[in-house]
């Protein structure tokens, strides 16, 4: 079953109060909190404050979206976040596989990666939380093939994965989507320009015939999902309300 939400960092420039109160507007069923701005790593207090009020409005914290980095301890410590994953009540952790991109990754420091995500992965296990690595560039998971290769190396349960497209070309994401299947955990939605000096945020609608591809592979699955909005057109309130409701009508469609 697919679930929507938001992304708060689509709106770093908001409070999570502010933030609450328009995915609340919006009608969508969660939101996926950041460690940079709204949540802090380590920063217990803003965790929960943050847990009560999305809990107050009827949303779920559908995750903890970190910015740490896996092998990246003196950055800040895997303790501190999963901490501050479990005191805001999220299920589900997003990390990033690293800092290197695939194809500058040596077999030394892949096996690195690989051996600090089954660490943390263990560590997430013992607190109910499950952790996922974003789909994007810079990291072991950047592409389809580094992905899926990543996850089947880290062979741990609650090591999932997140997606977004990933590619200007449609048939490209989909093999992709379909290669994380078994690890599918959340995904993230949005619709911009692709091969641009100056990336363009367009309205979600404009994608639909892709998105409605994705949204069915994904609900082939018969797992729960959320499938959260990051980025709208022009930073506004009013483009994010629009492709709020261009989702909802797609996926309760």
Known sequence: MLHTGLVSITFRQLSPAE?????????????????????????????????????????????YGSYYRVGREEDVPFADVLETAGELGAHTLRVWAGNRGSADADQEYRERIVSESRRIADLAAKAGIQVTCEFHGGGLTDTNEAAERFYREVARDNMRAYWQPNAADVETNIEGLNAMLPWLANIHAFNWTWGEADIRRLPLSDAEEEWKRYLRVAASTGREHFVMLEYVKDDSAEAFLEDAATLKSWIEG
């Open 19 to 63: 933030i609450v109160d328009l995915v609340a507007e919006a009608g969508l069923e969660g939101i996926e909190w950041g460690g940079d701005i709204h949540v802090p790593h380590g920063d217990l207090e803003r965790a929960r404050e943050v847990r009560a009020m999305t809990v107050a409005s009827g949303l779920a914290v559908a995750a």
